[in-house]
Each structure stands twice: as structure tokens, then as C-alpha cells.
């Protein structure tokens, strides 16, 4: 009954930019933790970058400096700013939030993922 749609992704070329989207809906009461994170071909996915409610950040050694992560709790909805891009960060990206629904019961969801490429 929870449901992500994210949006932002694309193409860009190295040293551009992308912001990324995913808002929270349903029957949600509140939301906890919100985050991004991105998996490649290949490789196991990874954090990227997580917020709490209050607004504290945690993010991986590779965005540090380049990501930001940020959150409208009336929006119900996370942002991920991607600066300086590198073909490294090429993945596609999943957004994830955990909260409590109106029964008070913990969820945890998942976006459909967008894809991010960085290329020339």
C-alpha cells in the first residue's frame, strides 16, 4: 500500500549534473529514513546516501563532496542532488524509505529505479 515513484534519471555527460525524485504514497503515517541507492552491472548494490527524519545525512566515500541528500516531509518525498558526475557512478539508482503505516505497522519500500549513465 506503499508506493515510490521516482523520476530524474537520464543521461549526462562527466562533470554534469542530475537530480533525482522519489515520492512517498499510500497509507503511510509516517516516514523514518529515506535513502538512495545504486546498483551496477556486476557489482552488489550499495548505500549511496541516507537521510533521517530530523535530517541527518550519511553518505558513501565515493559521493562524499558531490551528493547531496534531502527530504520535504510534507512533500513525502526524497531528493538526491548529483554533481561533478563521474562514468563511475553510472547505475541504476533505487530510492527506499521505512516508516509506520495508520495500523502502526514498519514498512520498508523500494522504488522502480532510474537509470543514471554518465558518458561521453
Known amino acids: 500500500q506503499v508506493q515510490l515513484v521516482e523520476s530524474g534519471g537520464g543521461l549526462v555527460q562527466p562533470g554534469g549534473s542530475l537530480r533525482l525524485s522519489c515520492q512517498a504514497s499510500g497509507s503511510i503515517f509516517i516516514l523514518d529514513a529515506m535513502g538512495w541507492y545504486r546498483q551496477a552491472p556486476g557489482v552488489q548494490r550499495e548505500l549511496v546516501a541516507t537521510?533521517?527524519?530530523?535530517?541527518?545525512?550519511n553518505y558513501a566515500d565515493s559521493v562524499k563532496g558531490r551528493f547531496t541528500i534531502s527530504r520535504d516531509n510534507a512533500k513525502r518525498t526524497v531528493y538526491l542532488q548529483m554533481n561533478s558526475l563521474k562514468p563511475e557512478d553510472t547505475a541504476v539508482y533505487y530510492c527506499?524509505?521505512?516508516?509506520?503505516?495508520?495500523?502502526?505497522?514498519?514498512?520498508?519500500?523500494w522504488g522502480q529505479g532510474t537509470q543514471v549513465t554518465v558518458s561521453s
Open positions: 537521510v533521517t527524519r530530523g535530517g541527518s545525512t
Open positions: 527506499n524509505v521505512e516508516g509506520r503505516d495508520f495500523s502502526f505497522r514498519t514498512f520498508r519500500s
